[in-house]
C-alpha cells in the first residue's frame, strides 16, 4: 500500500509555490464562503475544505460519501507525503530522485489524474485533468512533512442512487517518497496508475 495520507493538515504554507508545478499551478486558489455547503471533516478534525478552499460538494473521506442530486462535487483523494529534504530522505536501492527534495521530485513528476464515476457500469464516466488542474503544494503537516494534495475540479452532478468513484494517476517517470525502502510501500511506478480504488457514495434526492 502507498504511504499516502488523506490529510496531514493543520500547518498550513499556502505561499510556498514548488517551482516544480510551474507558473500555472497554485497552493490554493482563493475561494468566497459559501456556507450552504456541508463541509467534509477528516478524521482528525480536519476540515478538509477550508485546508483546499473548496466550495463545493466533497467525495472522499468515508465520512464524506454523500451528495445531493445534480450537485457538483469535487473528488479528494489521499494527499501524497514525502521525506521534509534531500538529507532525510531514504530510498530503495538504486533509486535516483531527479529533484533533491521528494515533494519537489514527485510534483515534476506528476503529470495528470484520471477520474472515473461508476467505472464497469454502462453509466461509466471518465475525464483526465493535468497536473495545474489537480495539484494543491506548499503544505507541511504537523509532523513536518510535506505533503501536496490531489483534488479534482467540480465534476457532474450524478443521479439519485449508488454510485464509485475511482482515481488514476499517471507520472512520468517512477517516484519513491524519500520514507522508506520498499518499493511496494513508498514508490509510485512510471505510467498511469491507480492511485484510490473505486470508492462508494451515495447521491440523494435534494431536501425540498
Known amino acids: 500500500m502507498y504511504r499516502a ?3 496531514a493538515a493543520a500547518a498550513v504554507l499556502p ?9 500555472t499551478a497554485s497552493a ?5 464562503p459559501n456556507p450552504g455547503v456541508p463541509h467534509c471533516i477528516a478524521a ?3 476540515d478538509i475544505n477550508a485546508l483546499f478552499h473548496v466550495n ?7 465520512a464524506c460519501r454523500e451528495a445531493y442530486a445534480n450537485e457538483r462535487w469535487v473528488r479528494v483523494v489521499p494527499s501524497w507525503t514525502t521525506a521534509a529534504d534531500a538529507a532525510s530522505a531514504v530510498y530503495p536501492e538504486g533509486y535516483k530522485p531527479s529533484r533533491p527534495n ?3 521530485d514527485f510534483n515534476s513528476k506528476f503529470l495528470s489524474a484520471t ?4 467505472i464497469g457500469t454502462a453509466q461509466e464516466q471518465r475525464v483526465t485533468f493535468k497536473k495545474n488542474e489537480v495539484l494543491r503544494t506548499g503544505f507541511v503537516g504537523t509532523d513536518g512533512l510535506p505533503f501536496t494534495g490531489i483534488l479534482s475540479p467540480p465534476l457532474k452532478g450524478l443521479p439519485v442512487g449508488p454510485h464509485t468513484s475511482a482515481v488514476l494517476v499517471t507520472l512520468k517517470a517512477q517516484h519513491c517518497d524519500g520514507l522508506g525502502t520498499v518499493v511496494e510501500e513508498n514508490c509510485l ?20
Open 189 to 208: 511506478p512510471a505510467g498511469t496508475t491507480e492511485y484510490s480504488g473505486p470508492a462508494p457514495f451515495t447521491v440523494v434526492p435534494r431536501p425540498a
Open 28 to 32: 490554493a486558489p482563493a475561494a468566497r
Open 56 to 62: 463545493v460538494r466533497i467525495i472522499g473521506p468515508l
Open 102 to 104: 521528494p515533494i519537489d
Open 15 to 23: 505561499s510556498l509555490l514548488l517551482a516544480a508545478l510551474g507558473p
Open 44 to 46: 482528525d478534525g480536519t
Open 5 to 7: 495520507r488523506i490529510l
Open 115 to 118: 477520474y472515473i464515476t461508476d
